[in-house]
């Protein structure tokens, strides 16, 4: 061990712990301004890093004129990575602490004028400011407080991501860190903490919405010498990046909640199992094991009390059916990741034929807010039956994609339109996908409904892990159904044949229908074989694998009909069913043919321009690189691009800039 | 040189695809590198997942010598290390090219146009996705399901590069990218 990190000998008393916090506390308080470059998934790859170290630079290059305002670098002044701040579609973006100001797409070379202008002179720094829409008023903003992304948020499980410094363990115990754990330990027994979790009514996160106090009480009951917990990581449903963001931006919390966990039901062994797609949520989570193993928080003994748990990560095999928990604990054991009936549950025998409890990340995340604030506290949020509050990946065809948090029981509506600002380049609203591929697409009129686990159930979708696709009237369903089906059959493990077999005919059908070939006999098919599956499969995936299709073919027939009887796709999705056409507005630019991969494009310069039906393959990029939108789209013998009153992507563009 | 077969993944619907693989002898390299992920583990089942995420990211595939020498390193049956290997994504029975090219196929990808992507790069590399490297070895390509940076559909994911909101007219651009860094 290296003499600088000698100082941070371990811990051999709650007491000890508390101390540290204290000082911690203490010397954040100190910080006049603290600058947040957010380092989620999204900023990252628009070169977030690149940022940060930009500020360290300039920071140190003007360390004097800085002095002379009173912020010293390590002392009074921080900059720090965070974790996501949710909104990507503003990416990357820097926030400045206390004042809230919001930057949203800075680039490298903007640092230099933000340090200048805005930190030495206190002037904003006017074009990096979020702009508000025109319908809503117009304008810039300049507190992220004030805009409604932010405002009309309640974060718990996300309170800490995009606050804290992932790596720092002194950030996290500074901002509240390790005070549940210290609580729980020093003032709680085992069963209050139990006790705690079950009346505060918080489900499962992972998408089954299964009462995890109860599944505490059950592990309680059971007789054991060995109980394993473990954190279910294996977030593998589409268009959701929850757990990513919670592991990624504020590990600690995480494994807080495990601490909590395992001191409660007395488990000795836990693993953290983390999806092979999410390297850097096992490099931060690797990272906080090892620091607090150190400091004495994991491992034997801990704080002196005598507690012993011992905390794994093992990374998944890249496999969706591994996050149905029996799969997993197969996974853990080096097998296939195949389910097993649940005959016998999981917290009797699981891993290893011993007893297990499994939760998911953002339930664990959740816990220490728990013990920390109070049962009543968390349950005072939310609707009826859905305690709490439940963080959403918004993603698709919304203008505000990114991650949010809200209370259970808002409205689609409010989450779409408020929070997400609306339909992107303000096209029609066609579905909201919740749910994952065990969910289902919702319409229009379903958009008052609450957001809970059992409102959703009854629509025929789901809660799932909170992934939340929101689809406008370029998407397709058919082709939605076709793609979760076809992702579906790469993920049945195959055990059983319902799921093998019926993926495989349903996908059939569906292909052919989008290929203009389906007759209307396959509905009666495909709704057949989805019964079947429905009632036959041996796990949840297989179980829940028709959602997708019977949610559609409920709300959105019609557009099955439409494939069916008229070839047509209203969408302009299905690519046999449709062709580009160049229509006469034409300004003759020669883009379309410059990029045309099959050169199936002629014309001269500022003549009209004319596709070869016969070499088109229908890639859709002349319709991308259009300047003027005179690409048409044309399905059943109608144009289908052009929705009434949809604004051109200049007249969005324009819009965009005043 | 011998030539074995074996039975990829399922990509894309319903097709099951068989590839045969060309295979030559592990290098000295190759061998050292597998000693120290032998000597890093219990040797036992459990350890078998591990053991060939460390061999798929030394080797860059599961090369089929390795794969006996892990079955008796770990006391496991051969058929059982076989199965591991075929049913998580994560390995790959076939050699890849230098670089692996990562399309999000994800539901937001989806619904933002990234099948177009697909389609794009497999006519410009001349390869399929999850089979296959490009005519000068430096790419392979397949679909992944959600790389979680769902808020920059499509995404594209080149090593460790992210690209966000791709669209096919900007692959010429990151071929050309990747190509010479």
């Known amino acids: ?658 | 040189m011998p030539l074995r077969r074996y039975y990829a993944h399922r990509e894309g619907g319903t097709d099951v695809i068989e590839t045969a693989v060309q295979v030559t002898e592990l290098t000295r390299d190759e061998q050292k590198h597998l000693d120290e992920i032998f000597a890093k583990y219990p040797k036992e089942e459990p350890s078998l997942i591990m053991v060939l995420q460390d061999v798929q990211d030394k080797l860059n595939w599961l090369h089929p010598d390795a794969l006996d020498q892990v079955a008796e390193v770990l006391h496991v049956p051969r058929a059982r290390v076989q199965s591991v290997a075929t049913f998580y994504r994560a390995f790959s029975l076939e050699p890849r090219g230098k670089k692996l090219i990562k399309v999000c196929m994800g539901t937001a990808c989806h619904v933002r146009g990234a099948k177009t992507l697909v389609d794009e790069f497999e006519r410009r590399l001349n390869i399929k996705a999850g089979h296959g490297v490009s005519e000068d070895g430096m790419f392979s390509m397949e679909t992944v399901n959600c790389v979680g940076a769902c808020a920059m559909a499509p995404a594209v994911v080149v090593q460790d590069n992210y690209y966000a909101k791709v669209g096919a007219k900007n692959l010429e651009k990151i071929i050309k990218q990747e190509r010479q860094s």
Not at chain 1, 98 to 124: A, N, Q, R
Not at chain 1, 497 to 503: A, D, I, K, Q, S
């Open chain 1, 1 to 658: 061990m290296s003499a600088a990190k000698a100082k941070t000998a371990k811990f051999s008393s709650p007491a000890d712990l508390t101390a540290f916090a204290e000082k911690a506390v203490k010397k954040t308080e100190k910080r006049e301004l603290e600058i947040r470059v957010c380092a989620g998934p999204g900023c990252l790859a628009l070169g977030a890093r690149k940022i940060y170290q930009e500020f360290e630079e300039q920071l140190e290059a003007n360390k004097s004129a800085l002095k002379k305002k009173g912020l010293d670098i390590k002392a009074t002044l921080s900059a720090k990575c965070t974790g996501c701040h949710g909104m990507c579609e503003a990416g990357p973006v820097v926030t400045m602490e206390p004042s809230s100001l919001f930057y949203t797409h800075v680039k490298p070379k903007d640092v230099e004028e933000i340090v200048l202008k805005t930190i030495l002179e206190d002037e904003i720094v006017e074009r990096l400011l979020y702009h508000q829409e025109p319908r809503k008023g117009g304008g810039q903003v300049e507190h992220y407080t004030d805009i409604p992304f932010y405002s009309l948020q309640n974060r718990v499980a996300l309170r800490w991501v995009g606050v804290v410094d992932p790596l720092s363990f002194e950030d996290f115990v500074a901002v509240g860190g390790m005070k549940a754990f210290i609580k729980a330990l020093t003032e709680m027994s085992p069963e209050e903490v139990v006790e705690e979790v079950y009346q505060s009514g918080l489900r499962g996160r992972g998408g089954a919405g299964f009462s995890t106090g109860r599944k505490w009480q059950g592990a309680l009951r059971v007789k054991k010498d060995r109980v394993w917990l473990i954190c279910n990581g294996d977030e593998g449903d589409p268009g959701a990046f929850m757990d990513r963001a919670i592991m990624e931006g504020d590990p600690y919390s995480v494994i807080e909640g495990m601490m909590i966990g395992a001191y409660a039901l007395g488990a000795t062994d836990g693993y953290l199992y983390v999806r092979h797609e999410y390297p850097l949520a096992v490099e931060n989570l690797e990272k906080a094991i090892a620091k607090l193993t150190e400091m004495g928080l994991l491992g034997e003994n801990i704080l002196g009390t005598g507690m012993t748990f011992n905390l794994k990560i093992s990374r998944g095999g890249g496999a969706f059916v591994c996050g149905e928990s029996s799969a997993l604990m197969r996974s853990l054991e080096g097998k296939v990741g195949e389910p097993r009936a649940k005959y016998v549950r999981s917290v009797e025998k699981g891993l290893h034929d011993e007893p297990t409890v499994l939760n998911n990340v953002e339930t664990f995340t959740c816990i220490p807010r728990i013990i920390e604030k109070g049962a009543h506290w968390f349950a005072s949020m939310g609707s009826e039956n859905s305690k709490g509050t439940k963080a959403f990946s918004l993603v698709g065809k919304v203008k505000h994609t990114g991650l949010i948090e809200v209370p259970m029981g808002r409205r689609l509506r409010e989450i779409i339109y408020e929070i997400g600002g609306g339909i992107l380049n303000d096209r029609p609203f066609k579905a909201v996908q919740t749910g994952g591929p065990s969910g289902g697409c919702l319409p229009a009129d379903k958009l008052d409904l609450p957001v809970d686990f059992d409102t959703l159930s009854r629509a025929g979708s789901m809660m799932g892990s909170g992934g939340m696709i929101v689809m406008d009237d370029q998407t397709c369903m058919v082709d939605i159904a076709k793609y979760f089906i076809n992702f579906l059959i790469g993920e049945s493990c195959g055990k059983c044949v319902p799921c093998r077999e019926g993926l495989r005919q349903v996908y059939d059908l569906l292909d052919k229908i989008t290929n203009g070939e389906g007759v209307p006999e396959d509905i009666d098919k495909i709704e057949k074989l989805c019964h079947t599956m429905e009632v036959a499969s041996l796990c949840a995936l297989g179980k829940s694998a028709p959602y997708p299709v019977t949610s559609t073919l409920l709300y959105f027939k019609d557009e099955y009909l439409e494939h069916i009887n008229e070839k047509k796709c209203r969408a302009g999705v299905c690519k046999k069913l449709i062709t580009y056409d160049i229509n006469k507005d034409c300004i003759g630019c020669l883009l379309c043919k410059k990029n045309c991969p099959t050169e199936a494009i002629s014309g001269e310069n500022k003549k009209l321009h004319v596709i070869d039906q016969d070499l088109c393959i229908q890639c859709g990029i002349c319709y991308d690189v259009c300047p003027v939108d005179t690409v048409d789209i044309i399905s059943g013998g109608v144009i289908v691009n052009r929705a009434a009153e949809t604004p051109t992507k200049e007249k969005a563009k324009a819009a965009a800039k005043s």
